[in-house]
């Protein structure tokens, strides 16, 4: 499975971006999606996740109400729709996918990574 994260950029605090991760993968509906990012000199952290189905969604309570994860099959691709953004989402923004239906926050249960875009907030 390939993935490829577009969408990051440099915006001010309190603008949007939204983020895409294109999908190469014949069964989609097999894997489980999410986002990671990682700020520099932290650890890699959960940002939310979904099926492909458009169920089992989880947000880290740090952007809940303030992003949506969504998904296109048609597409192959998953989006997260960033509003409302604060200097402290600064990071670079990963999609994973993981082989399995069921739900995850962990890192360490995902099985592909995409390269990473990066996302800068200034106040």
């Known amino acids: 499975v390939q993935l490829v994260e577009s969408g990051g950029g440099l915006v001010q605090a309190g603008g949007s971006l939204r983020l895409s991760c294109a999908a190469s993968a014949r069964t989609f509906s097999k894997y489980y999606m999410g986002w990671f990012r990682q700020a520099p000199g932290k650890e890699r952290e959960f940002v939310s996740a979904?099926?492909?189905?458009?169920?089992?969604?989880r947000y880290a309570d740090s952007v809940k109400g303030r992003f949506t994860i969504s998904t296109d099959y048609a597409k192959n691709t998953v989006y997260l729709q960033m509003n409302s953004l604060k200097p402290e989402d600064t990071a670079v923004y990963y999609c994973?996918?993981?082989?399995?239906?069921?739900?995850?926050?962990?890192?360490?249960?995902?099985?592909?990574w995409g390269q990473g875009t990066q996302v800068t907030v200034s106040s």
């Open positions: 994973a996918a993981r082989e399995a239906t069921m739900p995850s926050v962990s890192r360490w249960e995902y099985d592909y």
């Open positions: 979904i099926s492909w189905s458009g169920f089992n969604i």
